[in-house]
């Protein structure tokens, strides 16, 4: 019998080859080799400080509550004392209005991105995105129909290349992704970049005589050091769909729990949210985990202990620069984004691989000649790691 | 400003007004009227069983555990413990090869189908449902680019309307989503039926020139009484995708977890696989909720204690078929599909709720004409409706 074409698209991505899970491959390879402690995996986004105390005491407290169907169906949006919740936490940091019924819970932040994308995309729409950049964005946009277009990045400081991102912006641009604080470069945007990004789309979005939307996609929100501020986008620009997620904040990766707050400001924001709802629908969602929603909205505010984090970014980050490796000094998320000490940062990470460092090229990224040195992992590992890179780039 | 096109299919189907929801609504009205107690609803999907305790104690277990990290990311198509748990489980309930790479662990139902019709269907493709169904298939089948079509229902004994299904299958049908125990009829398709379809696809498939996939939608599987047996598809049609639920048979509903199970011996099983693969992705799944994943795979087998369904049914069925209500004898599932005793039954519906009964008109479901009545509700509510019930139909 012949072959019936299933979806190729779909099929190729389930089929390409992932840089990230192949070198998590290759660390269990050589941890069987050499012994689990002998490899030196920076590799990994899984946040390695533990959930806060408080989360687990309230799902034990959730399950244990006879008269409560802590797991039965929410509304499709979330239970409303949980878009409460939210709203609340929000208003109260933020300073701006926002509404149990401006929130939309979800299943974390690529189901914020990719119910986000739906909802607003048409057919050859364009999303722009600036690098370095998550490369699931463009996975997500082309999911909605719409063309992915990536701005080079700013290499001096992980800000952004106006001078790209004017050249990028045509009638067709949709949405800007906007991640503030980023991976892969743990760069934050400043109020003064974000004060020109907005005003720039303020005047194309006059020009091209429709909204142009920007996503924030808002993961690393609270992962920040030294005290520095990150500027919240409703405040700056309308049109914006905050797209946030718990699975840093909490160290609740796993469990697929997050948000969309469309900004009342927003154009037409009840039927933007009105779309939220269907593309939520459409693509499967139902509602976001009940047992979490609750877990969450009874602690709202609270973050995991990121002194860990802190720890680890400064010992990397010191002891890098020290030893000659290039890197802007990052003020949030838990990636250190180092130049390349050869021009092809892939060569380099395959000779690291003789010292069992495990890093990841930032090709992926959009932006070639760097490696993402990811610091959510045992600091003991870190301490270990250090005389290997020394040796790694001495020995050049 | 002008207004920019937001996507109007997906702002359509947020906005588009629920049958269901708004019955929850009225619902909610007259409490506030008359009270709780005075308000019959039969309109809900919502599990009124406990989940049960084993499923309780395996969460508060599992984040107390200070030395897993039960909270972080999961590979994308489930733990692989977890995986291959239910594989075993599946093969020792059913007597069918299935292997931890043939699971992908999913959001639950409606994410087991939005992913197993976005990794097979291409625009243009055909997917065919047998009336009375899901309402969301047709959404689901209409998001992953295909084109919906029902088969009339075999109102004798809602099984297979076989001529209507012949004349329905065209040289575009990528797929047939069968549904038993059924949601709304509660009927159970028997073994004959089974494989006087399986006869018809593997026919239809030759002259085609391609596979008809049977997705095999089983949310309900273990919600059966009087010992009656549902036959397990792909031991009767190799080219099934089996997706299921523990939403109904653990009652954990809002917790969002099930499965897809690709059989081996599905044409070209490892690139359906990694077509599933790349759908969950494009779509933004990312991992089955971790908790969750590791609490089911703890139990296998376990169901919810579906004693309270069978009491509910047989004193529902018993009284209204006494009373001179019309309706097949439900082997499964938790409702009962009830002629209406006027040939309107929105109608009909709309008389149900004078006396507070609420019940939910089976126009949506593809055949007109019907009111589902959820029994998965408290004994007491139906022991009180009952008088109700009876002077419904008195007094026409």
Redesign the interface.
Known sequence: ???????????????ERSVIREIFEYGNMRASQVGRENVFDFSL???AV??PKCI?DS??RL??D?NF??????SAQGAFEVRRSIAKSISDRFSVNAAADDIYVT??A??????TL?????SGDRVIAFAPYFP?YK??S??AGAEFESVEADTEKFQINFDGFEKALTPNT?AVIVNSPNNPSGAVLTEKTIIRMCEMLREY??RF???IYIISDEPYRELVYDGIDVAYIPKYYDDTIVCYSYSKSL??????IGYIFVSPKV??AK???????????????????????YAISENPGCVCDISQYKLNRDLLYGALTEYGYSCVHPDGAFYLFVKSPVADAVRFCELAKKYDLLLVPSDSFGCKGYMRVSYCVDTDMIRRALPLFKKLIDNL
């Open positions: 019998m012949e072959y019936s074409s299933i979806n190729k698209i779909n099929c190729q991505l389930g089929t986004g899984n946040p533990r959930t687990d799902i034990v399950v244990s006879s169907n802590v797991h039965g169906y929410t299943c974390g690529a189901a914020s991105l990719t119910i739906n909802a607003l995309c048409n699931e996975v997500f082309n999911g949709k979005s006059k005589k429709h909204p160290s609740l990766a796993g469990e697929r154009n037409n039927e933007v949210y009105a779309a939220i709802c269907g593309a939520g629908r459409k693509l499967g969602f139902v509602c976001a985990p009940a047992l979490m929603q």
